[in-house]
């Protein structure tokens, strides 16, 4: 039992180890030569782009149903036409940098973990290196640089997005005014929250890509390796998302508030 | 040994490299093992310029893991590794691109990148490191695949090729950048016969008329004894595959490796003529 524990800390002890390593690298591979231009754009694409819907869909549904159900608890108190303070303030603190990383770690998370985990079992990564190619600089550092940044943009677009289908609610099944809406959608809002809101993502969305390269290029064992990887990389990842919103949302209460 | 054209006094070490008879690999007393388990025990052997190395031995005896050891992928935990005069087992990664640069290695499934067609796969050395230009890139691409005779395959993605043609497409990769060594995992394993021909004609084409040395990781005899007792010869535009005279097949030696250790180590004929019951199983 105690070896069994020994040697669970030593795997968990070097885990930790080698994300730092990769993750210090990757900060030198960001503002160092050589930067592969064509794999930044395609990443942007990829995981900014390619996010798109999900993300739109996520935050629309989300609104929506923060309109329907605080609409209901406000009712108890006359306050129906505070439902916009609500939906404003719960998508941009919350509910928008959270809800947009988990899409992105089940999107994109889960496909770097396996196009990284499929590379290494192809001996692809191993090519690489014959080749001249620093993987990190290749496959990870574009990634990284994508999904720190498009995590902002991406969480951004949801929050309007959200806000709009709190507003669609709110308008045509709880009958508040428009112009009533849209003020206490501002009301509901500090100066620091959009900060709160656009700072979150950048750590989310780091977090997001950088475990899912390490776990992807960690990978053994073939295919069924590469699923173990994914399902890994997903786990994680939404933990990770999780504990980070907790822990930077400390942070930011402290410094911004 | 080296046939060098001036006193040794006077040579640098670039002048012994390009002489004939210089030694491009040399494996000093290199052991590895991963956990408990050892992978190579002191072995010891030196590639010269211009020959070729062919390493038969069984599966898990260590043969693959000769080839990533000199391109620096594994570190020995003990002996020493020179590559063109490069110390390659003391090199940390940024230093061993400048030795990857020479040379070129074929992976046992070729590992193509799959999101990127034939030219994009053969050129992808000269346009993402070397950044030659389009126009420059696309020219050499085109010269190597007519020299391996799959120009009509160059837009076509790796997935819509046979194992044999990825295989070449593999063998003009690492070709690519013009290499003075080649490394060679397993190049014809899962190959029909007459498909490992020719995968083994390209080899014998790239060390007889381009020069290149090479080692080639092989459990195919058939493959193995071609390669080692046939050369290249240019007659006109056409090329021929015929065999070698003797001192020119002496330049391709055999090591056969057993538990991590060299058990043999000689030209083609010595090991057909070997007593050792191992070997003698393992040719039969």
Same mark, same amino acid.
């Given at each position: ?53 999900? @993300? ?79 993987? @990190? ?71 997001? @890509? ?48 | ?9 006077? /040579?640098?070490?670039?002048?012994? /490299? ?24 002191? #072995? ?11 390493? /038969? !031995? ?24 020179? #590559? ?19 040379? !070129?290695? #074929? ?14 796969? %053969? ?16 020219? +050499? ?7 391996? !005779? ?12 046979? !194992? ?8 003009? +990769? ?8 080649? /490394? ?27 020069? #290149?040395?090479?080692?080639? %990781? ?42 991590? +250790? ?23």
């Amino acid at each position: 039992m105690l070896a069994q524990v020994n040697e669970w800390l030593k795997a968990a002890t070097l885990e930790v180890q080698e994300y730092m390593r990769l993750c210090g690298a990757t900060a030198v591979g960001a503002f160092t030569r050589p930067f592969y231009y064509r794999d930044i754009i395609q990443q942007f694409e990829q995981i900014g782009w390619g996010s798109l819907t999900v @993300v739109v869909l996520t935050g629309l549904f989300t609104g929506a149903v923060l309109a329907l159900q605080s609409g209901m608890t406000l009712d108890q108190f006359g306050a129906r036409p505070f439902v916009g303070r609500l939906v404003s303030a719960s998508m941009v603190k919350e509910l928008g940098p959270v809800l947009t990383a988990l899409m992105l770690t089940s999107r994109v998370g889960s496909a770097i973990a396996a196009e990284l985990g499929s590379m290494v079992v192809a001996e692809q990564v191993a090519a690489l290196r014959a080749l001249g190619s620093d993987p @990190v600089r290749k496959l990870v550092v574009p990634r990284v640089m994508a999904g720190t940044i498009m995590a902002p943009v991406l969480t951004v677009i949801s929050d309007l997005v959200g806000v709009v289908g709190g507003w669609v609610i709110a308008v045509f099944q709880l009958r508040v005014a428009s112009s009533v809406y849209w003020t206490s959608v501002l009301d509901g809002l500090y100066r620091q929250d959009p900060w709160m809101g656009l700072i979150k993502p950048f750590f989310l969305g780091f977090a997001i @890509v950088s475990i899912a390269c390490h776990v992807g290029l960690r990978t053994r064992g073939g295919t069924q390796g590469v699923g173990r990887s994914v399902t890994t990389a997903v786990v994680a990842a939404s933990v990770a998302v999780l504990a980070v919103d907790f822990f930077i949302t400390r942070l930011l209460i402290s410094l911004l508030y | 040994m080296l046939g060098l054209p001036q006193e040794p006094e006077t /040579l640098t070490p670039q002048d012994i /490299l390009d002489a004939p008879g210089a030694p491009v690999v040399v494996f000093d007393k290199v052991s590895l093992a991963f956990d408990d388990k050892v992978i190579l025990r002191e #072995v010891s052997f030196t590639l010269i310029k211009g020959h070729t190395k062919v390493i /038969l !031995g069984a599966s898990g005896a260590g043969k693959s893991t000769i080839l990533k050891l000199i391109l620096g992928l594994l570190k020995p935990d003990a002996g020493v590794i020179w #590559v063109n005069g490069e110390r390659v087992d003391l090199m940390n990664e940024e230093e061993l691109m400048g030795v990857r640069a020479d040379l !070129g290695m #074929v992976f046992q499934e070729g590992a193509l990148f799959d999101s990127l067609t034939v030219r994009g796969n %053969v050129g992808y050395k000269l346009s993402e490191e070397l950044h030659w230009p389009d126009e420059k890139v696309n020219e +050499r691409v085109e010269e190597i695949l007519g020299f391996i !005779g799959l120009t009509e395959h160059i837009d076509k993605m790796p997935s819509e090729l046979s !194992g044999g043609q990825r295989r070449r497409v593999a063998i003009a +990769r690492a070709m690519a950048a013009k290499p003075r060594v080649l /490394l060679y995992d397993e190049p014809t394993t899962g190959l029909d016969p007459i498909t490992a021909t020719t995968v083994d004609e390209e080899i014998i084409k790239l060390r007889d008329l381009e020069g #290149v040395s090479s080692i080639v %990781v092989t459990h195919q005899l058939r493959d193995a004894f071609f390669i080692a007792t046939h050369t290249a010869i240019r007659d006109g535009k056409a090329v021929d595959i015929v065999l070698a005279e003797e001192d020119k097949s002496e330049q391709a030696e055999f090591i056969m490796l057993r538990d991590g +250790r060299i058990n043999f180590e000689g030209p083609s004929v010595e090991l057909k003529q070997s007593t050792d019951s191992y070997i003698k199983t393992f040719l039969s």
